[in-house]
């Protein structure tokens, strides 16, 4: 058998040349893709004494000069690439056997390397981030002013009766959103003097009170708030109101004001001219301890300590306060003296004691109800007392709803507000979609 191997560019001229070397009767044994073309393996059943005499082919040695100028050309390619595909082709240019079984295939090309993934985007300059959140910011409340201006103007305009009624309204000191409540109530009343009264109604209705006063409902009640709102004042009127109605068997003080000096003194000083007992907790100790031999009495006063919201120990005081063995009442005492700022301020750091409603103090010094009754009406914190003076206990009183209004109606801003403000009041409610004026 006569076993001979073929190249060329492509299989069309690799079958030519096995045709014109080995015959029509030679078969193909082996085929694979090389670099430059393809090989062919061929082989011939002869008799090597029976074949006739070879007669020189000059078109077939043109041929073959040709096929192996290309396998030198093949060849210094391959020498350039990696020892990988010189590795996959040794066999070819060493000369060995190959294997007669090799099936003919279809190139293979190795997947060409996949871009390497970007590299993260650097990071943002906080300082630069938080310039543009600013410009931003800075962008927003200029439209929210612009925007409030807007409607404001608009208001006076097409409704001059309801404008005059926000007037009104602000010069209370009522909030925004409250204010667009109250008006969306008497949109339908025409007649100014009805509307107002109408207004004043609603506005009294919305006040919540308890049902039952605190000290006749009995249990332990907390006074809590910031420094300066008068809890310690507040707590003695409360004691005195109830000594006097009932004795002094059924009631007990408990101080856990450990911080301002002179408020364990005060509270002892009253408990002597009451005739009642107190007890002081120091901080760190167990409040249901100390609350323990007490639960025989009809009625505990608790004063706390006025800490700011950013101190450690108010979240332990308050965490006291609201715990399950406690079940205190906590009564939040704000001075309606306060601004708007340092109300709601007071109001989002004690709420997370649990907060049973407010008490109302100062109100003799005060220049404005609005704010207060805006806080207590949109967080539901029904008003138990009120106290307008220094007497112990004749300036402690039960709120009347009605009453309450109308003394906010009579210390009312003398001066209208001025356009600026009601442009920025209704700019404030820009801020919230559910909060802008229909």
């Not at 000096?261 to 100790?285: C, F």
């Not at 004749?394 to 009312?412: I, T």
Request: aromatic share 4%; charged share 20%.
């Amino acid at each position: 058998m006569q076993v001979k191997r073929f190249f060329a560019a492509d299989m069309r001229q690799a079958m030519k040349l096995v045709r014109d070397e080995l015959g029509a009767d030679a078969a193909i044994i082996g085929n694979r893709r090389i670099a430059g073309g393809v090989e062919l393996t061929a082989a011939l059943d002869y008799t090597p004494q029976a074949l006739a005499p070879r007669v020189p082919n000059m078109e077939l040695e043109d041929e073959l000069r040709k096929t192996a100028s290309r396998i030198v050309s093949a060849q210094a390619e391959l020498s350039m690439r990696g020892d990988s595909d010189a590795t996959t082709n040794r066999q070819l240019f060493a000369g060995l056997p190959l294997t007669a079984a090799e099936p003919l295939v279809e190139p293979t090309f190795k997947e060409p390397p996949r871009p390497a993934a970007p590299a993260p985007a650097a990071a943002v300059d906080p300082r630069a981030f938080d310039s543009m959140r600013f410009e931003l910011n800075g962008l927003r409340e200029l439209l929210e002013v612009q925007l409030g201006s807007l409607a404001w103007t608009q208001l006076q305009g097409s409704k001059p009766q309801q404008a005059n009624l926000w007037r009104r309204l602000q010069r209370i000191g009522l909030s925004g959103p409250l204010s667009r409540d109250l008006l969306a109530l008497t949109t339908e009343i025409q007649e100014p003097r009805q509307a107002w009264r109408m207004l004043l109604a609603h506005l009294a209705r919305m006040i919540a009170t308890p049902e039952i006063e605190p000290l006749e409902e009995g249990g332990v009640i907390a006074m809590v708030g910031p420094a300066g709102m008068g809890k310690t004042t507040t707590l003695a009127k409360l004691a005195a109101r109830y000594v006097l109605k009932y004795g002094a068997q059924n009631i007990a003080l408990v101080s856990m004001d450990s911080y301002r000096i002179g408020a364990q003194e005060q509270l002892k000083t009253l408990g002597r001219i009451l005739n009642v007992s107190v007890t002081h907790v120091d901080p760190g100790q167990s409040l249901a301890n100390a609350l323990d031999p007490l639960l025989r009495k009809r009625v505990v006063l608790i004063d706390t300590a006025g800490l700011q919201a950013s101190d450690p120990a108010l979240r332990m005081q308050l965490e006291s306060l609201a715990g399950r063995g406690i079940k205190s009442k906590n009564y939040l005492v704000l001075a309606t003296t306060s601004q708007k700022q340092v109300l709601t301020a007071a109001y989002h750091s004690y709420k997370r004691c649990g907060l049973a409603g407010c008490i109302l103090t100062k109100l003799d010094e005060t220049a404005s109800l609005g704010e207060v009754l805006s806080l207590a009406i949109s967080h539901e914190l029904p008003v138990a007392y009120l106290t307008d003076g220094p007497r112990i206990p004749d300036d402690l009183h039960l709120p009347r709803r009605h009453q309450l209004v109308s003394r906010a109606v009579s210390v009312q801003m003398q001066e209208e507000p001025s356009e600026e403000a009601m442009a920025d009041m209704f700019a404030d409610l820009y801020h919230n979609p559910a909060k802008r004026v229909g």
